[in-house]
């Protein structure tokens, strides 16, 4: 399975941003798929994940209300709409995902994930 995530750039604070995360080699119909990030000096954090069977969304408190993920089962590509952003939003963007079946604690985790993409720069200046 590749990954490919794409969309990041520079934004200014309020702005948004949609970034996409392409699977190709298999289909996003089970499992989950998560966005994390990173920022320089920091470590890498949990942002949003969609999971297929039950279906659900899980997010970030500091995201949440701001970004929202969802699914494009056609394009298998998932999304990540990203609203009002702000300066401390401003990382290095990876999607992850595992045709695996977790319960839902486990969404925040890095090592639930077995593929990974590259990372996406997202900048919001202030």
């Known amino acids: 399975v590749q990954l490919q995530a794409s969309g990041g750039g520079l934004v200014q604070a309020g702005g948004s941003l949609r970034l996409s995360c392409a699977a190709s080699?298999?289909?996003?119909?089970?499992?989950?798929v998560g966005w994390f990030r990173q920022a320089p000096g920091k470590e890498r954090e949990f942002v949003a994940a969609i999971r297929w069977s039950p279906s659900s969304t899980h997010y970030a408190d500091s995201v949440k209300g701001r970004f929202t993920i969802s699914r494009d089962n056609a394009k298998n590509t998932v999304y990540l709409q990203m609203n009002s952003l702000k300066p401390e939003d401003t990382a290095v963007y990876s999607c992850?995902?595992?045709?695996?079946?977790?319960?839902?604690?486990?969404?925040?985790?890095?090592?639930?994930?077995?593929?990974w993409g590259q990372g996406t720069l997202v900048t919001v200046s202030s």
């Open positions: 080699g298999r289909t996003f119909d089970r499992g989950t």
């Open positions: 992850a995902a595992t045709p695996r079946r977790f319960n839902s604690g486990s969404v925040y985790y890095p090592n639930t994930y077995d593929y």
